[in-house]
């Protein structure tokens, strides 16, 4: 009897052993598995899809470093890959417009072409394409534009999330990436080498999604960072959706 029960008692123990090792690869492989930036992207397209939203019209607060009082901004986004941004400056208004892929900054003064694209919400919200592969693939073409390596995905933390991140390792904070909620998809982050004089690196973070006014279409707040340091902070105030945004209001003025 008691011989049997011995050896019950090392099979048992051998079979809980045995269990636990085969639940501990399986876990281990489900942490190994990393998807494709191609097929994240298709992932973040059918998410803004989902949202039916083909124009957003948005006013924020925004604190600029610099600048004693805030300033009201007014943003325009329209699918395909249209954004107009309006910063009303006691000086006068500054006007970043974009049109798949063209970029200009327009003043009263001037108007000058971008050719170093540094802000991704257009062609990560809105992005051109007649269905999910095809925005996807303009998300990637966008993101290696803005020198993002598409062929390394990781994970990371923001604060409590857990991110996937495409171009680059989460310590690698000088190397252009972006940022998607592993859950939800969302835009959390970008890091862009701005090659402007003075060069920097340029780190946007789109906090607090599913605000009682942004809900899933836009985040609470945007924050920008210059070579670490914050540099601006807009908080949204209002939101509207499909409000049938004019074509001529993306218009690229002509240069001067």
């Known amino acids: 009897m008691f011989a049997t029960n011995t050896r019950f008692t090392t099979f048992a123990k051998a079979l809980v052993v045995s269990v636990s090792c085969l639940a501990t690869v399986n876990i281990n492989s489900a942490l190994a598995f990393t998807p494709t930036a191609y097929f994240l992207l298709q992932q973040l397209a059918q998410k803004r899809q989902s949202l039916n939203a083909r124009d957003i019209s948005a006013q924020f607060r ?25 910063s009303q400056y006691d000086h006068g208004e ?49 993101l290696k534009a803005a020198g993002i390596d598409t062929s390394i995905v990781a994970y990371g933390h923001l604060d409590d999330t857990i991110a996937y991140v495409i171009g680059a390792r989460p310590f690698e904070t000088d190397k252009p990436q972006v940022w998607l909620n592993q859950d939800t998809l969302q835009l959390l982050k970008t890091i862009i080498i701005d090659k402007e004089k003075p060069k920097a690196v ?55």
């Open 62 to 86: 925004t604190e600029i470093a610099g600048v004693d009082v805030p300033i009201e901004e007014y943003l325009y986004l329209k699918y395909p890959e249209r954004m107009r941004l309006i």
């Open 202 to 256: 340029v780190e946007m973070r789109f906090l607090d999604y599913g605000s009682p006014t942004g809900g899933d279409f836009l985040p609470a707040v945007i924050e920008v960072y210059r070579d670490g340091k914050l540099v601006r902070r807009a908080e949204l105030s209002s939101l509207a959706i499909n409000r049938s945004l004019p074509e001529t209001l993306f218009d690229l003025p002509r240069l001067r």
């Open 94 to 142: 500054v006007i970043y417009i974009e049109r798949e892929g063209k970029r200009v900054m327009q003043t009263e003064q001037q108007v000058k072409k971008l050719t170093n694209a540094i802000d991704l919400t257009a062609s990560l919200l809105v992005a051109a394409g007649k269905d999910i592969d095809q925005k996807a693939v303009r998300m990637l073409k966008a």
